[in-house]
């Protein structure tokens, strides 16, 4: 203040009046100043005392929340929950960057490049310490989310498949309607939704899928056709990445046909193929995934061409990083604070929802590409002319276009099942392949067993129809895997679930509860926890009612790796699906009570269970083991981390170099799976 008087008195040094005008601004000012805020000082009191009488109303609904789950009927642990600020950028782990690390020395200098620290995965792999240490009866604990939402942690088949048979999704998945809107994942099920007529409108749009053109022959269907197909391009894709990022290839000695590739992220290329092949399932349509010329951008500031709008390929590879984006966006969002404000404050303040704005931009134009070029039996078109897909503003299957404002008239119920279908059907597909190969990289042996019984099948295939196709000396890569040939495949089968249990592309579900859920004493718990924790013991004495309108949190990773339910829980063991002995480890029922309740088919859930379980888990079985059949007949998968300073493999060194899990609503192995591929002899 003193400064500002000297500067004011210097400027008006020549100038009497202006000198005198200055120094009574100088103390009129603050005069004026004081005077504004006696006038408004009730007000900001007032709006300090209403403040104040909100956060103690807030505070006392927390406790009272908190009084009810830890005591009463229901008498779990209880935790508060701590919102926090979040981007929706990954956070790697050390083993990340351990792992890019190896990478950036096997690879010339190219590494993944990582994000800084924002969104952790730990919550997902700390879930189990978390409820060993609480000790809740069944494993549960529950947790006070904002003010007074109540929501339950569990990991156990018993309340979980009660859980799951008197629930419902709603308002559990209200963060995701920004992307999935009104579409089946999401749609309300309760009074007046539109969840079971969508459900039943889908689920027979797929089954058409089955049968195809070739209705009469189920291993020519569209199906069987599009997922061999998928399963070729991976090698165009294979060889355009090498190509794009000058990636040598190393002969083979024995075989002049084979090579070694330097290492690559095989997740990118899965990606395009699942896309490839939900794409042209749900639209008949074909998509090039290996443009010779680069795409263009996805979306810009001004309109799209007609042209543009109807070129997937154009649009894939925005696409792709747009639902990378959502995926943790999403999750972010419901570990933050803006999930307890109302949704105008989070529209208005948030930069996650100008992100996700953005985001969804490039979504809906690749479902709206979808839309528009499903072809007539695609199971998109189906549902254009279904009535619960909005088909009262599509008159002849036909969606108009606008030549005045450039937009295609498509109701919005069309869209959001659009961007579900795509999205479902790609992302899922390419996660489980990720994970299966990446285990099968880490454990040879595996590997190679799983490519004897491929190729005996096989052989026997070609065998069979010899007298038919004259196609006995062609490469397996001509030859059509059909479902008949993947159901003899029972160790293909028993890889597939193990690394689905191991690494469930959902790892958890939410439901809430419509009706209070009543569960037994949990007996273990209580010989088990008795003379340690008398308060543990004490809550296992009683049943346990979880209230109506709590939100069940259902861990399947959890459920999955639930050391009282699974022998070994942590490891790669496909055989424990085919072992007579190894099963019955499974089902011990000595430590749990009913062996109903304790079978591995009651605690291996990746599709989850009950009315709104994955709708697409039946293109899924057949779809994935098909893909998975012709890579491995193909390429041999290599982690060149298991390699010790002889040059030989060390496969007890497996477990400890398994990837991280992304952070997300589904999970995708962290800084993505770098493996040599050689390629197989034919021989083989």
Request: with cysteine; charged share 20%; hydrophobic share 35%.
């Amino acid at each position: 203040m003193k400064s500002f008087y000297f500067s004011s008195a210097y400027l008006d040094y020549n100038n009497h009046d202006g000198l005198r005008h200055t120094y009574s601004s100088f103390f009129v000012v603050p005069f004026l100043t004081s005077a504004a805020i006696s006038a408004i000082f009730p007000f900001l009191c007032f709006l300090v005392a209403l403040a104040s009488i909100i956060l103690c109303f807030l505070l006392i609904q927390r406790r009272r929340t908190y009084l009810k789950l830890s005591s009463g009927k229901c008498n779990l642990p209880t935790v508060l929950w701590r919102p926090r600020f979040l981007n929706y950028e990954y956070a790697p782990s050390n083993n990340d960057k351990n792992n890019d690390a190896f990478q950036n020395n096997g690879n010339n200098g190219s590494k993944c490049q990582m994000n800084k620290e924002k969104l952790p995965s730990s919550n997902i792999t700390n879930i189990l310490p978390r409820m060993e240490r609480l000790n809740g009866p069944y494993g549960m604990y529950a947790t006070v989310y904002g003010w007074k939402t109540r929501v339950i942690h569990m990991a156990h088949p018993l309340p979980v498949r009660a859980v799951l048979d008197v629930s419902r999704k709603d308002p559990g998945y209200d963060h995701f309607e920004n992307m999935f809107g009104e579409g089946v994942f999401t749609a309300y099920a309760g009074e007046g939704g539109t969840w079971r007529a969508k459900r039943a409108s889908v689920v027979h749009a797929l089954m058409k899928g089955f049968g195809g053109s070739h209705s009469n022959d189920s291993e020519k269907s569209k199906l069987i056709i599009e997922a061999n197909r998928a399963a070729e391009e991976f090698g165009t894709l294979l060889q355009n990445t090498m190509d794009s990022n000058k990636v040598e290839m190393q002969d083979n000695a024995n075989h002049d046909d084979n090579f070694e590739t330097n290492s690559l992220n095989v997740v990118p290329i899965l990606q395009r193929c699942t896309i490839g092949f939900i794409y042209r399932y749900l639209t008949h349509h074909d998509v090039e995934l290996y443009p010779s010329h680069k795409n263009t951008p996805l979306v810009t500031n001004s309109q799209q061409s007609k042209s543009q709008q109807h070129n997937p390929s154009q649009l894939l590879d925005a696409y792709l990083q747009a639902i990378t984006t959502m995926r943790m966006l999403i999750l972010a969002q419901a570990r933050s604070i803006w999930f307890l404000l109302p949704r105008w404050i989070y529209k208005l303040f948030s930069p996650m929802y100008r992100t996700e704005i953005k985001t969804m931009k490039h979504i809906n134009a690749f479902a709206q590409c979808a839309i528009r070029n499903a072809q007539s039996g695609s199971p998109l078109h189906f549902l254009i002319n279904r009535k619960s897909h909005g088909n009262s503003d599509v008159k002849n299957n036909q969606i108009n276009y606008n030549e005045n404002d450039n937009k295609y008239k498509i109701p919005k119920e069309m869209m959001d099942e659009a961007i579900t279908l795509l999205f479902a059907g790609q992302d899922t597909g390419a996660a489980t392949l990720s994970w299966t190969l990446h285990l099968l990289s880490l454990h040879p042996e595996i590997q190679n067993n799983m490519v004897k019984e491929i190729c005996s099948i096989y052989k026997q295939e070609i065998q069979s129809k010899s007298q038919q196709q004259e196609k006995n000396n062609s490469s397996s890569d001509n030859i059509l895997i059909t479902r008949q040939m993947i159901g003899k495949m029972t160790y293909l089968d028993a890889v597939l679930k193990e690394s689905m249990r191991l690494y469930p592309v959902a790892p958890f579900v939410v439901r809430k509860l419509t009706q209070d859920l009543s569960l037994p004493p949990d007996k273990r718990q209580n010989v088990a926890t008795q003379s340690k924790d008398p308060i543990s013991a004490q809550r296992n004495i009683q049943s346990t009612t979880i209230p109506k309108d709590s939100l069940a949190c259902v861990w399947i990773y959890g459920l999955h790796r639930n050391p009282q339910l699974w022998h070994k829980p942590n490891d790669f063991l496909p055989q424990r699906w085919l072992d007579p002995k190894l099963k019955e480890l499974d089902r011990n029922a000595q430590h749990l009570g009913s062996p109903s309740s304790t079978s591995n088919g009651s605690a291996y859930i990746p599709f989850a269970t009950g009315p709104r379980n994955c709708i697409g888990q039946s293109l899924a079985h057949v779809m994935l083991r098909i893909i998975l059949t012709k890579l491995v007949l193909s390429y041999e998968f290599i982690d060149h981390r298991l390699l010790d300073v002889f040059g030989k493999n060390d496969y007890s060194r497996g477990s400890s170099f398994r990837k991280d899990m992304q952070a997300g609503f589904t999970v995708l192995p962290s800084g993505g799976v770098w493996l040599s591929l050689r390629r197989r002899p034919k021989e083989e």
